[in-house]
């Protein structure tokens, strides 16, 4: 299938630093992206991974191994405002290039 | 540099009734993808317009249909409206280009069916 797991909540303190994983089915897999979503907001993209390795962007790094089908995204330096659900979304070539399957999301939640 | 724009911001019916959204894509991009969202989930994807056709569908009745138009705004509506239906409606710009064609995000419409 096309499941895609990552976890439901996630709660961490500001100034910390956390990852949140996301698994997925390796089959024809075509890439993978993150996501950042405020409540009541759109998602907002944050990285794109299609090989392996680490992709680094400022406080926020996105990993992909794909003979494991894992990724995670890893915040650094939390503040307030990284308080969010973040969405891990798959393309997978033998359900459309274009096609993003999206994870329920996890809610990420900073205290001061 | 104009990001997604989406029409209305919420809109309120009642069940059977019909209902159109609208999207004004990303300056530059050519592909726009409509996702529904209900409150707690991922966004699902519906469907997906390309030079004016409907290029991808996901699982969704045919009571969902689409349209782009040339200048490359896209339509979404939905007929005989159903309290399932409520959820958040974003629509995605990108480019044609088989290397990342990131989809970027419209605001989303609110509908809310009763």
């Known amino acids: 299938g096309q499941n895609i797991d990552q976890p439901t909540e996630m709660t961490a303190t500001e100034g910390a630093i956390v990852q949140i994983n996301c698994t997925y089915q390796?089959?024809?897999?075509?890439?993978l992206f993150w996501y950042q979503q405020h409540a009541g907001e759109a998602p907002t993209f944050l990285s794109y991974?299609?090989?392996?390795g680490l992709e680094e962007k400022g406080r926020f790094s996105s990993f992909l191994s794909r003979s494991k089908g894992y990724s995670y995204l890893l915040l650094k330096e939390l503040q307030m405002k990284d308080s969010a659900s973040y969405l891990c979304a798959v393309r997978w070539e033998n359900t459309g290039f274009q096609k993003l399957v999206f994870g329920t999301g996890t809610r990420l939640l900073v205290s001061p | 540099d104009a990001g997604v724009t989406q029409s209305p911001t919420h809109l309120i019916k009642t069940r059977g009734q019909q209902v159109t959204l609208r999207c004004s894509p990303k300056s530059g991009h050519d592909t726009v993808s409509w996702y529904q969202q209900a409150l707690g989930q991922g966004p699902q994807f519906i469907f997906q317009y390309y030079e004016e056709e409907e290029r991808q569908r996901g699982n969704f009745p045919d009571r969902f249909s689409g349209h782009q138009f040339p200048n490359y705004s896209s339509e979404l509506n939905v007929n005989a409206l159903l309290l399932g239906d409520s959820a958040l409606y974003l629509c995605?710009?990108?480019?044609?280009?088989?290397?990342?064609?990131?989809?970027?995000f419209g605001p989303g419409t609110r509908l809310t069916v009763l």
């Open positions: 991974n299609v090989l392996d």
């Open positions: 995605a710009s990108s480019l044609e280009d088989r290397g990342s064609d990131t989809q970027y």
């Open positions: 390796t089959s024809g897999f075509n890439g």
